[in-house]
């Protein structure tokens, strides 16, 4: 049914990324898309992955940007996934209810077997979180990895989407923010946590926490200039020349 | 957004179907056309055939066109389900409408009544399939309230045009329809003329700032793409026609859809309708060209805020 739950989940998982940590190595994308391609959202299909094009369907994506944030030049990795909204357009839209929001956890998820292949709710999300699997011919999305985390025939560490466990920074935590009490939850809280384009109403459960300020313009006792070497100093007037040249043409 | 061929012969077809039907029940009903066996026959066997050509060709870019039933099923909140849902019951009252027309030649009283409700069901079927469109928010060409009557108008124009052509073919005076049809096109006109204003006037307020939430002093710049080559995200929705091609698409949209037919329809009554199906005819095809052009142009020039993640300052 494409009718959200009339009442808000009263559980809402979600996962909790750390900007200012993740390194953008990609081992959580990769990571899911090994898992995915064997669980819930099998097969997540490649096409043409050893020739001149090759694409497929990815549930995560990682964006690497680029800004001045607190006075700082920044390089901010960016890990996208679906944020598993509250009001999402994604299940709204969809004519057949494959598309779908489980009350008991809030987790969004598509039904690949009564999906047509229309693409309408990847349309409707504003975060590309869709991602349409030609060979299948449906849709596919973040599970939340709904086969691992309660999954009893795995090891309790286990029970954490994919992404989670392979993130070798612990840039990304994962758990109920529809509690305030957890960890995720103070997480959120301590570091003003965010959602992304909240403009939309859509009200993203996935939450990111914001770069922290750098700090290496005040590590104390440094001195402000190395010292020259020896080697440095000792130098021919030819060898100053080319450094000469070196630092004007470098203007 | 990349423009999937099927639904813009989806749309081009099946508008024109249900403005055919529009018309052709109105105008029956009004007295305005003679209720002839062979002439009713023709008219709604080309509109039935048109929207369910268009209905079968919506269900070729889907994945599963097997399941395509299901999509009955979401009437409550999909505009796309609600859209099937219209198109099939408004087969009901205009097939009735038919019957009476082909086999009693008689388009009065409970006729009339099944005709009526079928140009209402055409009309509600053509506002489902624009709000499909209108009701994205993500997509700022498609939510805007000129969506609706654009589509709506097209729609009716394109069936004024068919009739026209039809009511030529067999013989009978077509100046009061070439008229409508003259009508219909410059009201189709100016909204699409307005359409177009409003998108390329209005300012693109969602910025890459928003999208990703980050508190930067400058702007935010993608360093590097998730992906090297583009990925379905990419491919469905991060379409760009050039803008010098988008420009002369819409003159070639202008010229065919709208302002060549109504030119050669006037010169049909300057000419005392002596030569109504040549030029009529000939209206027909420029519509229907001009129509896909308009409608690929929809596609192409719309654009949707994931663009916003991969790099595009504004949307
Ligand atoms: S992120 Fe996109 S796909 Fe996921 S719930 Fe929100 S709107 Fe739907
Ligand atoms: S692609 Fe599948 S899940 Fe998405 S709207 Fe269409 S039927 Fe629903």
Known sequence: MTSLPTQPTKKKLGLVIDLDICVGCHACAVSCKEWNTQGYSAPLSDENPYGEDPHGAWLNRIHTYEADIEGERSTVHFPRSCLHCEQPACVTVCPTGASYKREEDGIVLVNPDTCIGCKLCSWACPYGAREYDSSHGVMKKCTLCVDRIYNENLEEVDRVPACVRACPTGARAFGDLGDENSEVSKLVADRNGYGLFEEFGYKPVNQYLPPRPRRNSIVEGAPAALEPTQASKAQTKSERLFQWADRVLSR | ?315
């Open chain 2, 1 to 315: 957004m990349h423009p999937a061929y099927s639904v813009i012969l989806f749309t081009t077809a099946s508008g024109a179907g249900y403005g055919l039907i529009f018309w052709l029940s109105l105008l029956g009903v009004g007295g305005f056309l003679p209720i002839e066996r062979w002439f009713g026959f023709t008219a709604f066997g080309l509109a039935f055939g048109l929207i369910t050509i268009g209905l079968l060709s919506s269900t070729f870019h889907l994945g599963h066109p097997e399941r395509a039933w299901r999509a009955f099923s979401q009437w409550r909140s999909s505009w796309l389900s609600r859209e099937g849902v219209a198109a099939v019951i408004a087969y009901v009252p205009s097939g009735l409408a038919a019957i009476g027309w082909v086999f009693y030649e008689d388009f009065s009283g409970i006729w009339s009544i099944m005709a009526v409700a079928g140009a209402v069901m055409a009309i509600v079927t053509i506002i489902c399939t624009a709000m499909i469109y209108a009701s994205l928010t993500t997509i700022r060409q498609w939510h805007n309230p000129l969506v609706v009557p654009v589509y709506a108008s097209l729609g009716l124009a394109s069936g004024a045009v068919l009739l026209t052509l039809l009511g030529s073919v067999f013989g009978y005076p077509v100046g009061t329809l070439e008229i409508i049809t003259i009508v219909a096109l410059t009201i189709a006109l100016a909204i699409k003329l307005a359409y177009w204003r409003r998108i390329e006037n209005e300012e693109k307020s969602w910025t890459i700032e928003q999208a990703t939430g980050l508190k930067a002093s400058t702007t935010v710049s993608q360093l590097d793409a998730p992906h090297t080559m583009d990925n379905f995200v990419l491919r469905e929705m991060g379409y760009k026609v050039a803008r010098k091609h988008g420009r002369k698409l819409k003159s070639y949209a202008v010229i065919l859809a709208f302002l060549a037919p109504m030119a050669l329809l006037a010169l049909d009554i300057a000419a005392n309708n002596q030569f109504s199906i040549f030029l009529s005819l000939l209206s027909v095809l420029s519509v229907t060209i001009g129509v896909v052009i308009e409608r690929w142009l929809f596609f192409a020039q719309a654009q949707h805020v994931v663009t916003l993640f991969y790099g595009a300052k504004q949307a």
